[in-house]
């Protein structure tokens, strides 16, 4: 069966090549035994393309069992997926059958299974290595032949580095791995599927069909879609039923996306590894400003040399290096130049030569030049200019909100 009959048969709309490479990957896996690991975000999709394999396998004609993992009190997984006797445990009145009993000759889809409690994941590893299992609460070993379909939409591999998955099972499980598009990947196909659910729901509602004016098509094509396919049609049936002027303009599109996703218009933001860019990028400008204010500093000792040490002239003929390098400290009024520069006071015991002189002895103050007093600076200048406002501020530093938060308890400020 060919992409385009795959695509008719469980109703995937869509053209982009990242699709069609997924669709060509369940149908050549479909027809093995092989586990599948399907990644991708929330709402992208990953059960139509467990169906899928299921219906294009040799086990279509068996029961296909979809488990949200996630949604399982962990208490209460293991008997859910396995089984358990009478009385293995408070309120077990009589022996159930699990999941895996269920599906035996048929599949399994586990979404969610970055979920899984470490106990279970050790029994789920069983199954998979010999299809043998035990019910909670007996001792008898029970067999199983069933396929396992995975899915998640987080990063399970960062999960086994920090010890919540197990490193055995995730190479189990991703045997052949399957990643799904989001919908900010695929911008060709949001406007067919927008035009599809619009159909649909003007069917079911019974109201007159939907047209999209050009500024509308193009927020459509540049929002983000968080919640990809699941919010494209949650929205579409919002539009169907509550607009009255069937012209939908940009403006009437803006009134049904969340105000929070504002800013990713008309350009998506790639949020992969944000923290991490954020963090260099305040140290980054922590060193910069600091070179800055340096070769300011230099610029300002060099015109105080070449006036033989007149403040006077060089802060009236030099006001942005002042204004640079003393921006934060408010003087008093008719003080702004109230420093001088002593020359070296000439020897009584110079004999003659002027060209000797005393060494004035002088305290020397360095500033600090580390990178948390520096943020711990930048930090607090940026609260004390929005008053206060982190979100504000947060912009100002060029970094998120979360980061500043932490940063201001990190920091203690």
């Known amino acids: 069966m060919d992409t385009q009959n795959i695509k008719q048969r469980f109703g995937i709309i869509g053209n982009s090549p990242l699709l069609n490479r997924a669709i060509d990957i369940a149908s050549q896996v479909a027809p093995t035994d092989m586990s599948v690991l399907i990644t991708g975000e929330s709402g992208s999709g990953k059960e139509v393309f467990s169906q899928i394999i299921h219906q294009m396998s040799a086990r279509k004609h068996g029961a296909f069992i979809a488990v949200n993992c996630g949604a399982i009190p962990e208490g209460t997984i293991d008997s859910e997926l396995f089984g358990h006797e009478k009385g293995s445990f408070t309120g077990a009145h009589e022996a159930r059958k699990g999941y895996f009993e269920v599906a035996n000759g048929g599949t399994i889809f586990l979404d969610e299974v970055a979920e899984l409690p470490l106990g279970t994941q050790a029994r789920l590893l069983r199954i998979l290595e010999s299809g043998e299992y035990l019910r909670v609460g007996s001792s008898k070993v029970q067999k199983t032949d069933v396929r396992i379909i995975a899915a998640t939409n987080v990063d399970v591999y960062n999960r086994v580095k920090n010890g919540k998955f197990r490193e055995d099972l995730y190479y189990r499980l991703n045997t052949v791995p399957l990643r799904i598009p989001a919908l900010q990947e695929r911008k060709e196909d949001i406007f067919l599927l927008f035009r599809k659910f619009a159909a649909d729901f003007s069917d079911k509602y019974r109201s007159p069909a939907l047209h999209l004016e050009p500024d509308a098509v193009n927020i459509l094509t540049n929002y983000s879609w968080p919640g990809n396919v699941r919010q494209l049609k949650n929205i579409a049936e ?51 400003d600091m070179k800055k204010d340096m070769v300011e500093l230099k610029k300002l000792v060099a015109e105080i040399i070449q006036h033989g040490g007149n403040t006077a002239t060089v802060l009236a003929d030099n006001p942005q290096y002042i204004n640079q390098l003393y921006r934060d400290v408010e003087l008093p009024s008719g003080h702004e130049h109230a420093f001088t520069i002593q020359q070296p006071a000439p020897s009584s015991n110079n004999n003659g030569n002027n060209g000797d002189y005393f060494a004035h002895e002088a305290e020397e103050v360095e500033e600090s030049l580390s990178l948390v007093d520096k943020e711990s600076d930048l930090i607090k200048k940026a609260l004390k200019k929005h008053k206060g406002k982190r979100k504000f501020a947060a912009q100002e530093l060029g970094i998120s909100e979360r980061t500043l938060y932490r940063k201001i308890k990190e920091l203690n400020l």
């Open 238 to 288: 919002q539009i169907c039923v509550l607009e009255k002027d069937r012209n939908v303009s940009g403006q009437a599109i803006l009134n049904y996306i969340p105000n929070e996703a504002g800013s990713n218009l008309p350009m998506a933001i790639n949020a992969q590894s944000k923290e991490d860019f954020t963090e260099r990028d305040i140290l980054y400008k922590v060193l910069f």
